[in-house]
């Protein structure tokens, strides 16, 4: 039965004499790889080069701020539910009086804890964050010798305080619109 | 024992022993450097960019590889023999450097009144001695692999000497034509022949690839390194070895190399001759300048040879072992046995 006519019958003929000497064959070979020499190299530099992401990648997590500093996130709870590995475990707190400039709301995650190694960045936190609390960055967990060293609490989660990194919390709102911005388009 | 003393040619001792070290430093720098060249070649083939971490272009890599083989634990196995283990490796970094000393590596250059050979020792017999060191060479490989007393290590060893012992037999005969031609067994005297004229290689071609195709499986190069078939023999002969006394095997295979590639450019292509067909004295340089030309001219041979040795690495896969010995016994035996004929029937034509 001939299900495509991309089949080539196997040549079996017993090789002639310019065959059995090799050495046109290997001249041939000799010559496709000296031209590879010249050929544009593949490797990436790896710190100081990177190969660009994907549009769609999803790295690590980050908790979001407003633009005065307050943390956004409300410890609802509909990441930790909407996660189907149970990364997310958080414990929530009620925000006392003269903690206005810390937290947006009245209720605010004491701990909130993400587990990288059982995560499977599939982003459904993001798509559950009523508040627009967390997103998924363009960067990955770095290797590490122990297991606790992957349970990301807030002090590797929550972006820097735009009053004492302005700078840095200015990148991480800017990488937070680029996602929106992506999101929007996807669902166009 | 005064006299004695007295009749010792006592600079001609020190220019010797002086000349001797600068060849010894030579291949070893040689040798380092060939192994960078040899990542470097295999990647830029692979279209890869190769050792380019450690200094300018990845230069410093070979004196950190140095530096790792001789900060890494030195093991010998329990039931290895501990005196023929370490004979092995020494016995194989020693036969690598003899071989040099017979090569002439440039013409005469004169210095302080006197006139100083640019060659070790000018043996009459230097294509001998060669041969002689070089079939002692096997011996490093064969005593390191049975002293190893592990299975694999003892298989890669008689591959090794097997396949040496095939090689070098048409080899000799190769080389049997070459000398029917120059009428010589002296390295130097063949040099002098091929200065201004042909060089040996446009005489006897066929000569001329038999002799390649034997200098790679003497070296225990792809597609001839059956001896450390690593996806055969795990290491092959060096399976058990570890820090630099590995390091020494590893490294005489590359003075190996640079020395064959010396050989090669000697016999025939006209060692330190520059050009071919052409007389460099008309150019009208003084005898020293002259001399270091040629020396250079010869290294460049050399470098062209060791970079011919890696791209033949990085191109035919590894023989299977039949493959190898149909090779050796029944294609390039008689091949050389007759170009041996063919050359003596061309000397008596042309005589008669």
């Known amino acids: 039965m001939q299900l495509t006519n991309r089949a080539k019958p196997v040549d079996r003929r017993p090789m002639n004499l310019l065959e059995r000497i090799y050495l046109p064959a290997i001249l041939k070979g000799m010559g496709i790889t000296f031209s590879h020499i010249f050929k544009k190299k593949v490797t990436i530099q790896y710190p100081e080069q990177t190969r660009p992401f994907s549009p769609v990648f999803r790295g690590l997590h980050i908790l979001n701020r407003d633009e005065d500093g307050r943390e956004n996130c409300t410890a609802c709870g509909l990441c930790a539910v909407a996660c189907p590995a149970e990364a997310i475990t958080m414990d929530a707190a009620e925000r006392l009086p003269g903690e206005e400039n810390l937290y947006r709301e009245e209720k605010y995650a004491a701990k909130y804890e993400i587990n990288m190694l059982r995560c499977i960045f599939c982003g459904f936190c993001e798509d559950a964050c009523p508040k627009d609390a967390i997103y998924l960055t363009e960067t990955f967990a770095p290797a590490n010798y122990s ?22 919390f200015a990148k991480a709102k800017g990488l937070i619109d680029e996602r929106k911005a992506k999101a929007k388009q996807e669902t166009a | 024992m005064n006299t004695f003393l007295l009749t010792v040619d006592w600079p001609l001792v020190l220019e010797k022993v002086i000349f001797i070290a600068f060849i010894i430093t030579v291949s070893l720098v040689v040798a380092m450097y060939a192994t960078w060249g040899e990542r470097k070649i295999a990647a830029f083939i692979q279209d890869r960019l190769g050792p380019n971490r450690a200094g300018p272009l990845g230069l410093f890599q070979p004196l950190a590889d140095g530096l790792k083989l001789f900060m890494k634990e030195e093991i010998i196995p329990n039931a290895a023999n501990k005196w023929l283990f370490i004979l092995g490796p020494s016995m194989a970094m020693f036969t690598a450097m003899l071989t040099g000393a017979v090569i002439p590596w440039g013409n005469q250059i004169e210095l302080f009144g006197r006139t100083i050979s640019l060659q070790i020792a000018d043996v009459n017999i230097g294509i001998l001695f060669v041969f002689g060191v070089v079939s002692l060479g096997v011996y490093g490989i064969m005593i390191g692999a049975w002293a190893s007393n592990n299975k694999f290590s003892l298989m890669g060893g008689l591959r ?12 000799g005969i190769a080389l049997i034509a070459l000398l029917m031609t120059t009428g010589t067994l002296s390295l130097g005297e063949m040099v002098k022949q091929q200065q201004d004229g042909w060089w040996n290689f446009f005489v006897q071609p066929l000569g001329f690839l038999i002799f390649l195709i034997c200098a790679f499986a003497e070296c225990n190069r792809t597609p001839f390194d059956l001896a450390e078939a690593e996806n055969e023999l795990i290491g092959g002969y060096h399976s058990e070895y570890s820090s630099m006394k590995l390091g020494f095997y590893l490294f005489a295979e590359y003075i190996n190399m640079f020395i064959s590639s010396a050989i090669m450019a000697t016999l025939y292509f006209g060692g330190y001759d520059i050009i071919p067909f052409y007389d460099e004295s008309a150019w009208g340089f003084s005898m020293n300048t002259m001399a270091a030309l040629g020396a250079l001219a010869l290294f460049a041979k050399i470098v062209f040879f060791i970079f011919f040795f890696m791209w033949v690495r990085w191109t035919i896969p590894r023989f299977r072992y039949d493959q190898l010995m149909n090779l050796g016994w029944k294609s390039l035996i008689p091949l050389s046995l007759f170009n041996m004929l063919a050359t003596a029937i061309v000397i008596l034509l042309k005589k008669g």
């Open chain 1, 147 to 168: 297991r606790q060293s992957f349970i990301y609490g807030k002090d590797n989660l929550v972006i820097p305080h735009p009053k004492d990194n302005p700078e840095e």
């Open chain 2, 160 to 171: 090794a000497a097997s396949q040496i012992i095939s090689y070098e037999l048409a080899m």
